[in-house]
C-alpha cells in the first residue's frame, strides 16, 4: 500500500469519516439506500405495458411486480430519503451497526444524502465508487476515456472525496459486468484493479449472468494487477450453480457474497432463465463452503435495489437476515461463531483497507 493510504490501514472509510475496524458490528455487506435502476426498464410495447410502466407501485399492483420487477418505473427507483431512514431502522432496531451501499456513478449516488441518512439513522454506511454496466453509462463519454483517467477518478473519490463534498468511497464497486462483457466494462474493470492497487481499497464486482462469469472478470483484474483477497464477487446465488465453480473462486482467493437474501425463487425472465435460490439453499451453500475451509471468504446481504422488497410494500426488508435469516441458520445447525463471521468477522476483515 502507497505511504498515502497509511492513515486508512486496517481501518473502515465511512461517509462520516474513518472508524476502527472492530467499531463496524453486524454488517449488510451489499445494499443500496438510494438507487436508480431505471437503465434496466423494460421497454414497453403495449398500452397495457405502458400503463404499467407508470403506475405507481401500490398494494393493488406489487403482487405482479414481484415477478415482472423491470416492468415499473416506480419500482426501479429508491429516491425517498425519509422513507429510506425508516426501512434502514428496521435493520438498527434489530441490531444491526453497518450497510455497506454499493451504488455508483451511474444509478444515483447521493453522498450528501448518505451523510444525512447515517446521522438520521445512527448507522455506520461505506459509500461505493466506480461504474455500473455498460446500459447505466453515458457510453460516448466513457469511451472517450482511459483506463487511467477512470483509474484516477476513483483513486480520488477514495482519498479526498465525492465532486468536492469532502465524502469520501471507502468502497471501489459496485463495478458492473454483463455477459458477455462489453469492451468499456473491460475497460472500467482494469481501472478499478490499478485503482485498488494504489489505495488499498476493497473492490465489489457485480458479475455477468453466466458460470464462467466470475473467473473471467478475476483473470481480467489480476491483469491489472488487483489484490484478489481483497476482491469480493457478488450474487454467487444466481450466477454459480456448479460447487466446483465455487471452489475455484475461492481458491483465487476472492470473496463470495450470498446478497440476495430474501429474493427467492424467481428472477426477471428479460435477464435470462435462472432458478434464484431460496435462504435455505443459501445456508446449505453456505454451510458447505464453511466445511470445505471458506467460512472466512463470506459475505451476506438483501441487495435491496427494487422497492417491492422494502418493508412498507409488503416485502423483508433490511432487517430480514437478523430477522429471520439468523434463526434459520441456527435450525440448520449453524453454530453463533459462524453466523458471527458472516456478519462482524468477515465484513470487519473485507472492508478494512490494506
Known amino acids: 500500500m502507497s505511504s498515502a493510504n497509511a492513515d486508512l490501514s486496517k481501518q473502515i472509510q465511512t461517509v462520516r469519516g474513518a472508524i476502527p475496524a ?3 458490528g453486524v454488517t449488510l455487506s451489499h445494499e443500496h439506500c438510494l438507487i436508480d435502476l431505471t437503465c434496466t426498464l423494460t421497454d414497453p410495447e403495449t398500452e397495457a405495458e405502458k400503463e404499467r410502466m407508470g403506475a ?3 398494494i393493488k399492483n406489487v403482487g405482479y411486480f414481484r415477478y415482472h420487477p423491470l416492468d415499473n418505473r416506480d419500482n426501479l427507483t429508491l429516491l425517498d430519503e425519509n422513507l429510506a431512514i425508516s426501512e434502514l431502522m428496521h435493520f438498527r432496531n434489530a441490531g444491526g451497526t453497518s450497510v455497506v451501499d454499493a451504488t455508483n456513478v451511474e444509478i444515483c449516488r447521493d453522498p450528501p444524502a448518505l451523510v444525512r441518512i447515517s446521522e438520521a439513522t445512527g448507522l455506520n454506511i461505506i459509500m461505493g465508487s466506480g461504474h455500473y454496466v455498460k446500459a447505466s453509462m453515458q457510453v460516448d463519454e466513457m469511451a472517450s476515456r ?6 484516477e477518478e476513483i483513486v480520488s473519490e477514495v482519498r479526498y472525496g465525492v465532486d468536492g463534498t469532502g465524502i469520501r468511497a471507502g468502497l471501489i464497486g459496485e463495478i458492473g459486468c454483463s455477459w458477455p462483457l462489453e469492451d468499456l466494462e473491460i475497460k472500467v474493470l482494469r481501472a478499478a484493479g490499478m485503482a485498488q492497487k494504489e489505495t488499498g481499497a476493497p473492490l465489489m464486482i457485480h458479475p455477468g449472468r453466466d458460470e464462467t462469469a466470475p473467473m473471467e472478470v478475476v483473470e481480467i483484474l489480476a491483469g491489472a494487477g488487483a489484490d484478489l483477497s481483497h476482491t469480493v464477487i457478488s450474487h454467487i446465488g444466481r450466477t454459480l450453480f456448479n460447487p466446483d465453480s465455487r471452489y475455484r473462486l475461492a481458491d483465487r482467493g476472492c470473496f463470495l457474497a450470498y446478497d440476495l437474501w430474501g429474493n427467492e425463487g424467481h428472477y426477471p425472465a428479460s435477464f435470462s432463465v435462472i432458478d434464484v435460490l431460496n435462504d435455505t439453499q443459501r445456508v446449505a451453500q453456505i454451510k458447505d463452503l464453511i466445511q470445505k475451509g471458506y467460512g472466512d471468504r463470506l459475505l451476506i446481504s438483501h441487495d435491496i435495489c427494487w422497492k417491492f422488497r422494502y418493508m412498507a410494500y409488503g416485502g423483508h426488508g433490511y432487517a ?5 435469516g439468523v434463526p434459520l441458520m441456527r435450525n440448520r445447525e449453524m453454530t453463533s ?18
Open 337 to 354: 461463531e459462524e453466523v458471527d463471521r458472516l456478519l462482524v468477522e468477515n465484513p470487519k476483515h473485507f472492508y478494512a483497507f490494506w
Open 22 to 24: 472492530a467499531d463496524l
Open 146 to 151: 482511459t483506463e487511467e483517467d477512470i483509474a
Open 56 to 58: 405507481p407501485l401500490s
Open 320 to 324: 430480514h437476515i437478523l430477522q429471520n
